[in-house]
């Protein structure tokens, strides 16, 4: 059995531990019972992103977008297929920097869409511009 990784529910922001050999076996928040890996790339809060970011033993991926972007929207579909692909090695999620552009300030965004990667709680890169799904893939894979 391996160990356990710390996982940050992206709903409700508890953090939970989930044996390595059960992350890509649907595991659920022990609070409230979201999904803990989803299949999808998962639009999150700041607060919520900054905690996953700090404690999560898997890397994080956060798209910063915004609704009138249309690199966004066509980045989208992609973004949400690498996030299926590599469900259990890594989450990645969305934060809507029109909603949030305190949070965009802060995390440094100058442009949009912007792919910012975390491991170990800490930024390891970030990459702007649209990107498909097989370079969201292998890119993700070089952040440790």
């Not at 792919?115 to 970030?126: D, N």
Request: hydrophobic letters at 40%.
């Amino acid at each position: 059995m391996s160990a356990a990784k710390k996982v940050t529910c992206l709903d409700c922001g508890q953090v939970n531990r989930v044996p390595a050999e059960r992350l890509t076996a649907g595991p659920k928040c022990g609070t409230c019972g979201a999904p803990l890996i989803p299949s999808k790339a998962v639009e999150v809060d700041p607060k919520i992103l900054d905690k996953a970011a700090r404690t999560d033993d898997l890397p994080l991926v956060a798209d910063f977008w915004a609704p009138w972007c249309g690199p966004c929207r066509m980045m989208a579909p992609e973004y949400s297929r690498a996030a299926g692909a590599l469900r259990g090695r890594a989450r990645l999620v969305k934060l809507n920097t029109q909603d949030f552009p305190e949070a965009g300030a802060r995390h440094g965004i100058r442009g949009i869409p912007t792919v910012v990667g975390w491991s170990g709680g800490r930024e390891r890169a970030r990459q702007s511009g649209a990107m498909r799904a097989g370079d969201i893939e292998a890119w993700v894979a070089r952040l440790g």
